[in-house]
């Protein structure tokens, strides 16, 4: 196939959005399409307020937006005027079913298929973006051949996301590398060769790896389960250290200078949270169910555990720590996104650590400077713990104030690493509080030593402040 001249991006989410931004940004002869069923995301991408939070990401979108970039809900006109098509829809936990709780859904993947399938009339390079599990490839080259018109060919990609949310414009700028997987044969090279040359605009040749289709789809797990797996290590050492009277900073310092180790992703926390770890440690774990590895499948498993742990065993220190009854309480929460640079609180330890406290009947003020008070009120009202929507409205008062939110309180709680929240004026916020004034910081982000000395009795991860 020729160079691609027309892209179109089937799903504007957190990966579609920024990635073609990225490519209109880099390849201006190039035309980019994004493509969406929900009318309100693509009216926001084509707004000033776009639907997704990230640094960096407003500028580059004015810039291309109306030249080369376009976001759409003509579904149909993209797919056909396009010759490479990203499939970047969501690919969530199945909670139904076969594998329900664990499976990644792929419905939506297979509809995307489908859609292109009826309306291609000319062929199509068909790269997968979204997280899927190994072999989600091979069905999605089914669905097409097996509906296509004649003279229509399609080689199907793996092309797996690595960016993070609340840096997705850095790392799709500087990626550590670009994964491609394809078939090993001369087509399938001629595709890999058409997505390398679009992202060799911007990223060197040799941070493109081009590998089998399998390969590439399994890496994206791997990687993350790797992550989160370290996550969750370090956690369960914080636990060690609070029983102990070791300091988990001092730990992850110490083994984080060992060459074979590494600094990062050793941060203690209350846990971590994200539209992706979970979902793909889960999904993870369900391949290995279905390929007859149960050992396997367990050992992914305690990731996910570990993590449930740590989340359960903050709520419950702060419930102790404050006479074991927080009925009736004020607590203020800092943070409800699920990591600092984002508005996106999907699987945050913020609403689990919310939902827990509501059940104990602890009065809420929640504060978070991205989070849309309409998001914060769905999530906190999902059938789960605090499953009734009048209670949440009796338990929880928003706020977009953070001295208001502290006004009053017996608490604060930091759920999310915000920048913003290392520079309040905790002398004033202390002298609003009732006494004793408790901090729980959930992110081990705040200068306790000088938080102590202003009054506070303060609680983190991993070390023991006071006896
Ligand atoms: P998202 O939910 O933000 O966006 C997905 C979009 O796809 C939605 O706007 C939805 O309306 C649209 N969609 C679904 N089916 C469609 C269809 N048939 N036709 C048109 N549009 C359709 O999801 P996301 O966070 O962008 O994630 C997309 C994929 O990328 C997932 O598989 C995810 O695991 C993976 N991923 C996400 C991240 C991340 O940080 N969010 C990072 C790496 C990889």
Redesign the pocket.
Known sequence: MADVKRVCC????????PTCAIIASKCPDITVTV????QA?INEWNSDKLP?FEPGLDDLVKQCRGKNLFFSTE?EKGIKEADLIFI????PTKNYGIGKGRA?DLK?IE??AR?IAEVAVSSKIVVE????PVKAAESIAHILQANHRRGVHYQVLSN??????GT?VKDLMYPDRVLIGGELSEEGNRAIMALSNIYQHWVPKDNIITMNTWSSELS?LTANAFLAQRISSINAISAVCEATGADVSEVAHAIGTDSRIGPKFLQASVGFG???FQ??VLNLVYLCECLNLPDVAVYWQTVIEMNEFQKRRFARRVIEALFNTVTNKRIAIFGFAFKKDTG?TRESPSIYICKYLMDEQAKLAIYDPKVDHEQMISDLTHPSISDNPTRVQELVTLTKDPYEAARSAHAIVICTEWDEFKDYDYQKIYDSMLKPAFIFDGRMILDHKQLQKIGYHVETIGKRLSD
């Open positions: 089937i799903g504007a989410g957190y990966v579609g959005g493509v969406d069923l929900s995301r997704i579904i970047s829809v969501n690919t990644a939506y509809s995307a859609k973006k979204s997280t899927v797996p996301e690595f960016l993070a949310e997705a994206k994200g539209s992706c979902k793909d996106d």
